[in-house]
C-alpha cells in the first residue's frame, strides 16, 4: 500500500471497526505511513479519523498520503500514551473506535539513519521521535552492567543478558554496527547453536533497548488504562501487538475488563439483576487474529502480529 510502510492485518484491522457506525470518529494512535486510516477512510463510508503519532516524519508523510480526504482525516503529533488529552483538546470525549499498531514502521526500520536496525551502520538512535529524549547511544553511555542485564532479560528474553550486558557497557558503543558486534561477539556458543540462522544473535537486544528508549511498555500502560474508557456504548477498540510483553498485557486488560464484577456467594439476587461485564470480547476476536497465509506470502513482517479487540458494552 505504501513504500513509507506496508500496514498489517488490514483486512482484520476493517472487520473489527465495520460494526462501527459509517459516519464514527476513529482515532488511528499510530498512524504511520496511514496504511490503515487509508483502508478505514475508504472502507467505512463517512468515517472520520485522527491520526495520532509521536514521529513528526509519519505525521507529515500520511497527512500529505490522505489529503484527499479532505476535512475527515487530521493528524496530531504525539504520543499515544496521551489520548485522552488529544481528545480533550480537540473537544472531544467519546469516539466510536480506537486503533492502535504497536509495531515499528517500515520506514524506521529500513532508514539506517533512525538506528533501528542492525542490517548496516548508523548512529545508535532508536528513537521513535527524533526530537525528543536520550538516544540509545546516549542510555549505552550512562547505564550499568547490572541495569542493562536486566533490560535485556526483562525487554528481550535474553538468556546471555549478563554476558552481553558486560560486553556492552565495556565497549559502550554508539553506532549499530558496533553494537551488532558487541553482542555477537559476546554471545556463548550454546546460544548461537541454538538460534542457528532463524534470527540474527543481537535482535533480542535491539528490541530490549528499543523499548528502553521509547518506554514503550511505559506508554502501552498509559493507553490501555484510558482507551476503554474513551469509548462510545458499543464502540471498539483494537491493538495489534507483535512480541509477548505487549500482547500479555493487551491480553490482560481485555479480560479483566470484560469480566462482570463479583458478588458474594449466596446472596439473594434474581438473575436478570446481575452485574454486567461493562466490556465484551467479541466472539470472532476471542483468541485474537493473526495474518492469513496471503498476507505472510507478501509481508513477512505480519508473522509476529496479532489483533485482539474489545468492545464497550451498548
Known amino acids: 500500500m505504501s513504500a513509507y510502510h506496508v500496514p498489517v492485518l488490514v483486512e482484520e484491522v476493517c472487520e473489527a471497526l465495520a460494526p462501527i457506525a459509517e459516519a464514527a470518529t476513529i482515532v488511528d494512535c499510530t498512524l504511520g505511513g496511514g496504511g490503515h486510516s487509508e483502508a478505514i477512510l475508504s472502507r467505512l463510508g463517512a468515517a472520520h479519523v485522527i491520526g495520532v503519532d509521536r514521529d513528526p516524519a509519519a505525521i507529515q508523510f500520511a497527512s500529505e498520503r490522505l489529503a484527499s480526504f479532505g476535512d ?3 493528524a496530531v503529533h ?4 496521551g489520548l485522552r488529552a488529544i481528545l ?9 473506535g480506537i ?3 504497536l509495531g515499528v514502521s517500515s520506514h524506521q526500520l529500513d532508514r539506517r539513519e533512525r538506528g533501528f536496525s542492525f542490517l548496516g551502520d548508523a548512529p545508535l538512535d532508536m528513537r521513535m521521535d527524533p526530537t525528543v529524549g536520550p538516544t540509545a547511544a546516549e ?3 550512562a547505564i550499568d552492567a547490572r541495569t542493562l542485564a536486566r533490560l535485556l532479560r526483562d525487554f528481550g528474553d535474553e538468556p546471555d543478558a549478563q554476558r552481553i550486558a558486560s560486553a556492552i557497557v565495556e565497549v559502550r558503543p554508539t553506532t549499530t554496527a558496533a553494537l551488532a558486534s558487541t ?4 554471545m556463548s556458543a550454546r546460544q548461537r547453536r541454538q ?4 534470527i540474527h544473535p543481537a535482535t533480542r537486544t535491539f528490541q530490549a533497548l528499543r523499548i528502553h528508549v521509547n518506554r514503550e511498555l511505559e506508554e502501552l500502560d498509559r493507553f490501555l488504562a484510558d482507551a476503554p474508557g474513551l469509548l462510545l456504548p458499543g464502540g471498539r477498540l483494537a491493538v495489534i501487538t507483535f512480541h509477548s510483553l505487549e500482547d500479555r498485557a493487551t491480553k490482560r486488560r481485555f479480560v479483566r475488563l470484560s469480566k462482570a464484577a463479583d458478588l458474594p456467594q449466596g446472596l439473594p439476587i434474581a438473575a436478570a439483576d446481575m452485574p454486567k461485564a461493562p466490556y465484551t470480547i ?8 493473526t495474518a492469513s497465509e496471503a498476507e505472510l506470502s507478501t509481508n513477512p513482517r505480519s508473522r509476529s502480529a496479532r489483533v485482539r479487540v474489545l468492545e464497550r458494552a451498548a
Open 72 to 74: 475527515r482525516f487530521c
Open 78 to 81: 504525539a504520543p499515544f500514551s
Open 88 to 96: 480533550a483538546d480537540l473537544g472531544i470525549t467519546e469516539v466510536a
Open 99 to 101: 486503533l492502535a499498531d
Open 139 to 141: 542510555v549505552l553511555e
Open 183 to 186: 553482542v555477537e561477539n559476546a
Open 195 to 198: 538460534i542457528g540462522k532463524r
Open 282 to 289: 467479541p466472539p470472532s476476536f476471542r483468541q485474537g487474529k
